[in-house]
């Protein structure tokens, strides 16, 4: 596609839902983020994608959050059981790299972002 | 943590005027690289500067990198009221490059 997609672009749900946020990379991009960012802050990194495969997950706040990635595209990330502390943007980028090890210089794109807000 | 960090927070100007920015880090970088946010949307990319560079020009925008001191700087000249954003940087960190780490950002409000 042209820009990185997310969907949806606002989301409401209740205290203890689950949800799931998309994501669409730009086409041939085969690196892809998802970042969270909290109201008036800065970006919190949440998951890193190489393909479909995820090196690091370390940013992942809880067990309630997990990420996938299918065909080296789209990645969905949910949250299961949310709580009023999950309300943010999420935020998700990808970027063409060549893979590990390797001082590529990329540019990320991000997309337009997910609000999540849990009442 | 390898988080970058903007100084100041909060920046106030008159339009005409010159805005400058501050990002420091911790670590020895690959790369860093200048976002602009408008109200909490996605982040659209300015400028990349490589850790081998230590000035890069675009437009109206300056950036500087002193990998010595782990600082980068951020230089809007002639700062019009459309430039009011929040402005980060990112590194490229890592020893597999595979994170980009962002400050909390400087948020810029130039006055018409």
């Known amino acids: 596609g042209a820009g990185v997609s997310q969907s949806p672009s606002n989301k409401v749900t209740e205290k203890g839902k689950d949800v799931e946020l998309r994501c669409d990379p730009i086409?041939?991009?085969?690196?892809l983020y998802w970042y969270r960012q909290s109201l008036g802050q800065g970006l919190e990194f949440l998951i890193y994608?190489?393909?479909?495969?995820?090196?690091?997950k370390s940013g992942l706040p809880s067990d309630r959050f997990s990420a996938e990635r299918t065909g080296g595209s789209v990645s969905t990330l949910t949250i299961q059981r949310t709580q009023q502390e999950d309300s943010a943007v999420y935020l998700c980028a990808s970027s063409f790299r060549q893979g590990a090890g390797l001082a590529v210089g990329n540019t990320i794109y991000f997309g337009e972002g997910s609000w999540l807000t849990v009442v | 943590s390898q988080q970058g960090e903007e100084d100041p927070q909060a920046l106030s100007i008159q339009e005409g005027e010159n805005a400058t920015m501050n990002c420091s880090y911790k670590t020895s970088i690959n790369n860093l690289q200048w976002y602009r946010q408008n109200s909490g949307r996605g982040l659209v990319h300015l400028i990349l500067?490589?850790?081998?560079?230590r000035e890069k020009h675009s437009g109206r925008l300056r950036v500087t990198l002193d990998t010595s001191k782990k600082s980068s700087s951020l230089l809007i000249t002639a700062s019009r009221a459309a430039d009011t954003a929040s402005y980060f940087c990112?590194?490229?960190?890592?020893?597999?490059?595979?994170?980009?780490?962002f400050g909390t950002g400087t948020s810029l409000t130039v006055i018409p």
């Open positions: 500067i490589r850790s081998n560079e």
């Open positions: 994608f190489q393909g479909n495969s995820a090196p690091d």
């Open positions: 990112a590194t490229d960190g890592s020893l597999t490059g595979n994170q980009f780490y």
């Open positions: 086409s041939g991009h085969t690196a």
